[in-house]
């Protein structure tokens, strides 16, 4: 059954690196959380190393421009692996065609920039979906629309037997207040059309792997017993820290802040209701990241 902690540091030094989700934790979506960064500075003052392992279809750089917009400064975190570079990575390996349709904002543009770190990488285009070999999804066009307008383009893909590349397999995040439907709720739905969408972000192990090279690049020493988890999503960073046999500290104050009552703290009764409904027990669980 998972623990109650009261704050990161109660926990925090038996690890030596910590793998930490972004939305929800460190910040909403708009802002930083105070709190979360705080604990982040400290624990790295006292020589731990942070990772932050976000399922953003951005680019590294994009997220470090985004993370100085929010508030979030660099010395509470050592390096960032997102899923959008491991998904280029793929992308660049031709995992979905040369020919491309974007399903997702312009504002994802960035994410067809070239990648400089793969040795001979495929010619990517994007094209009209009725040219395209793939499909390469960082997010719905309108991340607040009913999910069902989606439905024709992506039976016009399934007709054409198109695969989908996830950039981003998060369900939903929040932006303040405000739910918002991600790159994940698409790939969802394509897949129970009958279509085949290939993920690269928490909780699949391509995220980790690059994740453990950022670590790595920093000490090679460490083992994945002293690595610890930190997310608010169940079926993202904790399922995946489960499946990569590690830790995780569950932060119930955000996407289940209403499924676990939380508000300083998550009510334990409705904390174990949850958890036991979705099949997951997280090792630790706090309200917020403190």
């Not at 059954?1 to 979506?29: E, K, N, Q």
């Not at 280029?88 to 770190?117: C, K, Q």
């Not at 369900?171 to 739905?189: F, L, N, Q, S």
Request: with cysteine.
């Amino acid at each position: 059954m998972t623990r109650i902690i009261p704050a990161l540091s109660d926990v925090s030094s038996a690890y030596d690196a910590l793998f930490v989700d972004l939305w929800g934790c460190v910040h909403d979506g708009v802002k930083a959380i105070p709190s979360a960064v705080a604990a982040l500075q400290t624990y790295r003052q006292g020589g731990g190393i942070v990772i932050l392992v976000t399922n953003s279809p951005r680019p590294r750089a994009g997220v470090v421009k985004q993370l100085a917009q929010f508030g979030v400064p660099d010395d509470a975190y050592d390096a960032i692996a997102t899923s959008g570079d491991s998904a280029r990575s793929a992308m660049y390996r031709g995992v979905v065609g040369n020919n491309v349709w974007h399903y997702g904002p312009d504002t994802d543009s960035r994410f067809f920039d070239p990648l400089e770190i793969l040795d001979n990488p495929a010619p990517i285009n994007r094209v009209p979906l009725d040219e395209a070999e793939g499909i390469v999804c960082t997010g719905p066009f309108d991340p607040l629309a009913d999910p069902e307008t989606w439905r024709a383009d992506l039976e016009i893909a399934l007709d054409r037997n198109l695969k989908l590349l996830c950039a981003n397999p998060d369900i939903v995040v929040d932006r303040g207040e405000v739910r918002e439907w991600c790159a994940g709720a698409v790939a969802k739905m394509y897949t129970e059309m009958g279509g085949e969408s290939l993920y690269f972000g928490k909780p699949h192990a391509p995220i980790y792997d690059l994740a453990r090279r950022r670590l790595y690049a920093l000490d090679k020493t460490i083992v994945d017993d002293n690595i610890l988890a930190i997310g608010d999503g169940i079926l993202t960073d904790v399922k995946g820290a489960v499946g990569e046999d590690i830790d995780s500290l569950f932060i119930s104050g955000g996407l289940a802040a209403a499924e676990t009552k939380t508000v300083t703290q998550p009510d334990p009764a409705a904390l174990n209701a949850y958890l036991e409904a979705e099949k997951f027990d997280p090792t630790f669980t706090i309200g917020h990241l403190r």
